[in-house]
Nanobody, 119 residues
């Protein structure tokens, strides 16, 4: 069973940066490498989770338009980790950020990490 733990959230001022990390356990690195890894976010207003960035098993990435050019997703398959580097943060980025591991129609979630951007 895949278990995901996010870290790196916190409070930052507008224009600041944070790096989120997601660590996967319960699987070997060769298996982790076969998962598509994604970062979602959900605002306190709670309109469902929004896909922010993904990196597939081939290393290809894609981004929500609102974060393109500011956020970068990367993965370290040897250490079962995926990262989200977030730059030029603004208050609209304030959310709980969730990591997910997806493969063959299945999905595993982490517990989320809070990001708050003050104006």
């Amino acid at each position: 069973q895949v278990q995901l733990v996010e870290s790196g959230g916190g409070l930052v001022q507008t224009g600041g940066s944070l790096r989120l990390s997601c660590s996967a356990s319960g699987i070997v690195s060769e298996t982790f490498a076969t998962y598509d890894m994604k970062w979602y976010r959900q605002r306190a207003t709670g309109n469902g989770r929004e896909l922010v960035a993904l990196i597939d098993s081939s290393g290809r990435s894609n981004y929500l338009g609102a974060v393109k050019g500011r956020f970068t997703i990367s993965r370290d398959n040897a250490n079962n980790r995926v990262y989200l580097q977030m730059n030029s943060l603004n208050p609209e980025d304030s959310s709980v950020y969730y990591c997910s591991a997806e493969r063959n129609g299945g999905r595993h979630w982490g517990q989320g990490t809070q990001v708050t951007v003050s104006s």
